[in-house]
């Protein structure tokens, strides 16, 4: 057409126009050709336009009814990116002023978002279906996250490539009830089936991968790989050729029966119980006070902390509004770009890779003046001393944690030296008699930090802190201090960490000779 146009213009604009009617007809003939082209040209373009916009308002309108706080719209954002944004990607490009566009978040993210979903689902006991249909999970002001059968089978297939057949089972059969419900097209019917017998099998349930193979075969009488795993199926289950599965259950497929797999140690098996069913602490010396703190000096006689004792032996107390609105704000903008995910360095290679057992990043910050140019460090630090006694001195940098899709931090102990380690009396690494755990927001659901001797689970209240310590009065290591981070099921979890060292500490914690002494007083 271009060139068309071209040539034509090159032949009227090739004689004089204004000396010959003639010319003058070819030139209004031209203009009505350019008219036409041009108006065919704009047609085509906007019916472009207008897809491109109905697909665009279409997640603007999702996106208003639902809330990034919710686990399930934090899988269906990065997959928006890797599948929806990144099939326009050209098309924004070229026909829209939009040069910077690059959907940045890649595979790992989405299986990582998945793995987050299948770890609320096992520690908090929830059903695939009901989170694939849309679960409130104290998400205010905005409809629960739902999935399409095609968003829920990819879930399923993100476990099946993992291997992780328990988990792709419950996915499939729960994006099969959805299709089953919706009578949706057979593609997908096929895709779900073929994956779920699979996992199936894996599994154990011969009998349940043969019924599905037998759906699929009906489905899709040409395709010979069914045919032959259904043979298998009857082999394996001592079957003959001609026998043919009773079909009890119909179209009913399940995978609720099928026991987890046993992978967990018993420290991961309290952790969940914790997580999953709190129930406050019950002890009946367990006190709540006004503390004045260690010393008759401090400015605490004025402004005493309403503090609850969650547990005596070990001893682990809740301050309750210790960090104001406005210092969780400076102190989460402080830490900003400065986050990172934690690293831990991979046996076999050698190399540094995330930190699966912890979904969080993390930022180390300063009170040197020039970071800290508002003293919102330094004022912390200050009143943690004033609060605990400890001497903020003799203390690692406030590390500031933000956790991410069911963001969790297994179990573990804080302090890493034990008596007679090389770094014991280090400054930077010595040993850590004792945490501050502040709360610097709180999670919709989830997201408490669990004590895993102490049995008891410590809520994540904004404004408040938890403090324990993590050494005895003798200096040895109290390994019942033993704790963990439920998963966040909903919102949003800010922490703060103070790990104060016992080097330094002489003065305001002394010692105990006996190593039975226990810390029985702030
Ligand atoms: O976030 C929590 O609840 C616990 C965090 C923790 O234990 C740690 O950072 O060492
Ligand atoms: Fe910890």
């Given at each position: 057409?271009?060139?068309?146009?071209?040539?034509?213009?090159?032949?009227?604009?090739?004689?004089?126009?204004?000396?010959?009617?003639?010319?003058?007809?070819?030139?209004?003939?031209?203009?009505?050709?350019?008219?036409?082209?041009?108006?065919?040209?704009?047609?085509?373009?906007?019916?472009?336009?207008?897809?491109?916009?109905?697909?665009?308002?279409?997640?603007?309108?999702?996106?208003?009814?639902?809330?990034?706080?919710?686990?399930?719209?934090?899988?269906?954002?990065?997959?928006?990116?890797?599948?929806?944004?990144?099939?326009?990607?050209?098309?924004?490009?070229?026909?829209?002023?939009?040069?910077?566009?690059?959907?940045?978040?890649?595979?790992?993210?989405?299986?990582?978002a998945?793995?987050?979903?299948?770890?609320?689902?096992?520690?908090?006991?929830?059903?695939?279906?009901?989170?694939a249909?849309?679960?409130?999970?104290?998400?205010?002001?905005?409809?629960?996250?739902?999935?399409?059968?095609?968003?829920?089978?990819?879930?399923?297939?993100?476990?099946?490539?993992?291997?992780?057949?328990?988990?792709?089972?419950?996915?499939?059969?729960?994006?099969?009830?959805?299709?089953q419900?919706?009578?949706?097209?057979?593609?997908?019917?096929?895709?779900?089936?073929?994956?779920?017998?699979?996992?199936?099998?894996?599994?154990?349930?011969?009998?349940?991968?043969?019924?599905?193979?037998?759906?699929?075969?009906?489905m899709?009488?040409?395709?010979?790989?069914?045919?032959?795993?259904?043979?298998?199926?009857?082999?394996?289950?001592?079957?003959?050729?001609?026998?043919?599965?009773?079909?009890?259950?119909?179209?009913?497929?399940?995978?609720?029966?099928?026991?987890?797999?046993?992978?967990?140690?018993?420290?991961?098996?309290?952790?969940?119980?914790?997580?999953?069913?709190?129930?406050p602490?019950?002890?009946?010396?367990?006190?709540?006070?006004?503390?004045?703190?260690?010393?008759?000096?401090?400015?605490?006689?004025?402004?005493?902390?309403?503090?609850?004792?969650?547990?005596?032996?070990?001893?682990?107390v809740?301050?309750?509004e210790?960090?104001?609105?406005?210092?969780?704000?400076?102190?989460?903008?402080?830490?900003?770009?400065?986050?990172?995910?934690?690293?831990?360095?991979?046996?076999?290679?050698?190399?540094?890779?995330?930190?699966?057992?912890?979904?969080?990043?993390?930022?180390?910050?300063?009170?040197?003046?020039?970071?800290?140019?508002?003293?919102?460090?330094?004022?912390?630090?200050?009143?943690?001393?004033?609060?605990?006694?400890?001497?903020?001195?003799?203390?690692?940098?406030?590390?500031?944690?933000?956790?991410?899709?069911?963001?969790?931090?297994?179990?573990?102990?804080?302090?890493?030296?034990?008596?007679?380690?090389?770094?014991?009396?280090?400054?930077?690494?010595?040993?850590?008699?004792?945490?501050?755990?502040?709360?610097?927001?709180?999670?919709?659901m989830?997201?408490?930090t669990?004590?895993?001797?102490?049995?008891?689970q410590?809520?994540?209240?904004?404004?408040?802190?938890?403090?324990?310590?993590?050494?005895?009065?003798?200096?040895?290591?109290?390994?019942?201090?033993?704790h963990?981070?439920?998963?966040v099921?909903?919102?949003?979890?800010?922490?703060s960490?103070?790990?104060?060292?016992?080097?330094?500490?002489?003065?305001?914690?002394?010692?105990?000779?006996?190593?039975?002494?226990?810390?029985?007083?702030?």
């Open positions: 057409m271009k060139l068309l146009n071209f040539l034509f213009l090159n032949k009227i604009f090739a004689q004089e126009i204004f000396s010959s009617k003639k010319a003058l007809e070819e030139l209004s003939n031209f203009e009505s050709q350019l008219i036409e082209s041009l108006l065919i040209q704009i047609e085509e373009k906007l019916g472009q336009y207008e897809t491109l916009r109905d697909n665009i308002e279409n997640v603007k309108n999702l996106k208003s009814k639902s809330s990034i706080d919710h686990p399930i719209e934090q899988y269906k954002i990065i997959r928006r990116f890797l599948t929806f944004w990144t099939s326009l990607q050209s098309e924004i490009e070229e026909s829209l002023d939009f040069q910077q566009f690059e959907p940045y978040p890649n595979r790992d993210d989405l299986v990582g998945a793995e987050g979903i299948f770890r609320i689902q096992d520690v908090y006991a929830l059903d695939s279906f009901d989170l249909e849309g679960m409130e999970l104290g998400v205010k002001d905005k409809e629960p996250s739902d999935l399409t059968v095609e968003e829920t089978l990819s879930i399923g297939k993100i476990a099946y490539w993992k291997s992780d057949h328990y988990h792709s089972a419950l996915w499939l059969v729960a994006a099969w009830q959805q299709n419900i919706e009578e949706n097209d057979g593609d997908l019917a096929v895709q779900i089936l073929d994956h779920l017998a699979i996992s199936i099998a894996e599994l154990g349930d011969l009998l349940q991968a043969l019924e599905i193979t037998a759906v699929l075969m009906q899709r009488p040409e395709e010979a790989r069914y045919q032959r795993n259904y043979n298998y199926y009857l082999e394996e289950l001592g079957l003959d050729q001609e026998s043919t599965p009773s079909m009890k259950r119909g179209m009913n497929f399940s995978a609720k029966h099928l026991p987890r797999p046993e992978a967990h140690y018993e420290s991961m098996r309290e952790y969940e119980r914790l997580c999953r069913e709190f129930s602490p019950h002890k009946p010396n367990l006190k709540c006070f006004y503390w004045t703190g260690p010393s008759p000096l401090s400015f605490l006689q004025w402004a005493p902390v309403k503090t609850e004792e969650l547990h005596d032996d070990p001893l682990i809740q301050f309750y210790v960090v104001s609105n406005e210092e969780e704000k400076a102190i989460q903008l402080l830490a900003g770009e400065h986050l990172n995910r934690a690293t831990i360095q991979d046996p076999a290679t050698g190399e540094l890779v995330n930190a699966d057992y912890r979904i969080q990043k993390t930022a180390w910050l300063t009170e040197h003046e020039k970071l800290d140019v508002n003293g919102t460090i330094a004022k912390y630090n200050r009143k943690l001393t004033q609060i605990t006694g400890l001497d903020a001195d003799f203390a690692e940098l406030v590390q500031v944690g933000n956790y991410g899709v069911a963001g969790q931090y297994e179990p573990h102990w804080d302090h890493q030296s034990y008596p007679g380690a090389e770094n014991r009396w280090d400054p930077a690494e010595g040993s850590r008699i004792a945490t501050w755990l502040a709360y610097m927001s709180e999670p919709n989830g997201g408490g669990v004590f895993i001797q102490a049995g008891i410590a809520r994540p209240v904004r404004n408040s802190a938890v403090f324990w310590y993590n050494l005895l009065p003798s200096g040895e290591s109290d390994d019942n201090t033993q963990a981070a439920c998963p099921l909903s919102g949003t979890k800010w922490v960490n103070k790990w104060f060292h016992e080097r330094g500490q002489e003065f305001r914690r002394k010692c105990a000779l006996d190593e039975n002494t226990r810390n029985t007083y702030l």
